[in-house]
């Protein structure tokens, strides 16, 4: 069982950034794809961006591709995602997910979930 965490959610003004971290509890996240979910209030969760246990294949969804940067830091057993010029409509809370699996990530049916962290991006 991998327990994920979410940080570094708050409050930004538009064109701000900021950097989301998702702390695994166990050694073999590094065996693990992981990627980043968000929904926004009467939406439903969407896709954001994974990446492959190595690091060495990214996907993001298109309304984030070219502001936001997925990485990893297996050492530490944390993702990340660097989140720049950051939109009013980027406003969601963001879930970070682990599965065995790559495609199931971009298939939104990962392993595991976090508890979500709040991203606000005003005007």
């Known amino acids: 069982q991998v327990q994920l965490v979410e940080s570094g959610g708050g409050l930004v003004q538009a064109g701000g950034s900021l950097r989301l971290s998702c702390a695994a509890s166990e050694r073999t996240f590094s065996s693990y794809a992981m990627g980043w979910f968000r929904q926004a209030p009467g939406k439903e969760r969407e896709f954001v961006a994974a990446?492959?246990?190595?690091?060495?294949?990214?996907y993001y969804a298109d309304s984030v591709k070219g502001r936001f940067t997925i990485s990893r830091d297996n050492a530490k057993n944390t993702g990340y995602l660097q989140m720049n010029s950051l939109k009013p409509e980027d406003t969601a809370v963001y879930y970070c997910?682990?599965?065995?699996?790559?495609?199931?990530?971009?298939?939104?049916?990962?392993?595991?979930w976090g508890q979500g962290t709040q991203v606000t991006v005003s005007a």
């Open positions: 997910a682990a599965a065995v699996r790559l495609n199931t990530i971009r298939t939104m049916t990962p392993d595991y």
């Open positions: 990446i492959s246990w190595s690091g060495g294949i990214t």
